[in-house]
């Protein structure tokens, strides 16, 4: 692979998100404003490492997986158990919150203290599950509050190697080492990149297909990890070039991105304009994400990609029987 920085997460003194994951017990510290990002941070945290850790725990002892709709998804009882964990710590902390949760869906605020609303907490409790239902350790707890449209706190933990990364913003990303703020890498044998697609998008999208195909033709390798949380924070890291996303998942988009964001990589949408993690149509959740000095090399190849996917709208779809 194309050398990697040697450091690309600058030691900071600033507080920040742990390796060490929180005793499930533990309780974090008292909010000093009725809103303070950094305690919903550190909230955030506990309760992601806490989620981590059942995870890890129950998937040494096997997973219990069904079919999730008709397009070959699943879910597994480790993504229903660490939900379940989760909006229970999110009620008892931030009872006046809205909760999108990706099995359950959508739980509004508890009692009087609905009042308070304009805050939702997006819950990704097991971003790769796929890789968990065939076996691969690969996968990460994902939780983001967004205060109405924008999303304005971001935690992923990384329950099998014990490492957490978040951000607040406007006030930087950190990661096990400090402050994440990765610099262009060398590309001499071509860009690594990450590629995402929502569930929805089907096998015969002219589109989608000619995206991967401009990318794998164009790069030295293009990942399709079953788990976007984990590109996003491989390209905070510096340890990818680009992560181009089509239709993206609307929860666990904004966990991710707002920590690359912070970090210092751009985020544009498949035109090269504005993109809104948080937009509700599906069709709008497509992006491009790179570092400042490649974005517009990612760009071309979208632009190439539009121009060859009209040449793919007949391409047979075989499946192996």
């Known amino acids: 692979m194309p050398p990697t920085p040697s450091s690309p997460e600058t030691p900071s003194s600033a507080p920040t998100s742990s390796s060490a994951p929180a005793a499930p017990t533990a309780a974090p510290p008292p909010a000093s404003s009725p809103l303070d990002l950094r305690h919903a941070r550190d909230v955030a945290v506990s309760i992601a490492q806490e989620a981590g850790s059942l995870l890890l725990r129950r998937y040494s002892t096997g997973v219990q997986s069904r079919p999730k709709g008709d397009a070959g998804d699943v879910v597994t009882d480790l993504d229903l158990a660490a939900e379940t964990l989760i909006l229970a710590r999110l009620q008892a902390a931030f009872p006046a919150h809205r909760i999108v949760a990706e099995e359950s869906g959508v739980h509004e605020a508890i009692g009087a203290a609905s009042s308070e609303g304009g805050w939702t907490w997006l819950v990704d409790p097991l971003d790769g599950t796929n890789n968990v239902a065939i076996g691969l350790p690969a996968f990460v707890v994902g939780l983001a509050?967004?205060?109405?449209?924008?999303?304005?706190?971001?935690?992923?933990?990384d329950p099998v190697q014990n490492q957490t990364w978040s951000a607040v913003k406007g006030s930087g990303a950190h990661g096990p080492q400090g402050l994440l703020?990765?610099?262009?890498r060398p590309m001499t044998h071509g860009p690594v990149l990450g590629w995402t697609q929502g569930h929805g998008v089907p096998r015969t999208d002219s589109r989608a297909r000619a995206l991967k195909l401009v990318m794998e033709r164009n790069s030295y390798r293009t990942l399709q990890l079953w788990a976007p949380l984990i590109c996003w924070i491989m390209l905070a890291r510096?340890?990818?070039?680009?992560?181009?996303?089509?239709?993206?998942?609307?929860?666990?988009?904004?966990?991710?991105s707002i920590i690359a964001a912070e970090a210092g990589i751009e985020i544009v949408s498949l035109d090269g304009g504005p993109f809104c993690e948080t937009i509700a149509e599906t069709e709008r959740r497509s992006f491009v994400a790179g570092h400042p000095h490649t974005l517009e090399a990612l760009l071309s190849l979208v632009r190439a990609a539009d121009g060859l996917a009209p040449h793919l709208e007949g391409l047979p779809l075989l499946r192996p029987r």
Not at 181 to 184: S, T
């Open 181 to 184: 703020r990765p610099g262009a």
């Open 145 to 157: 509050l967004c205060a109405g449209e924008t999303t304005v706190v971001g935690v992923v933990h």
């Open 238 to 256: 510096g340890h990818i070039d680009g992560f181009i996303g089509y239709h993206a998942e609307a929860v666990d988009l904004p966990a991710g």
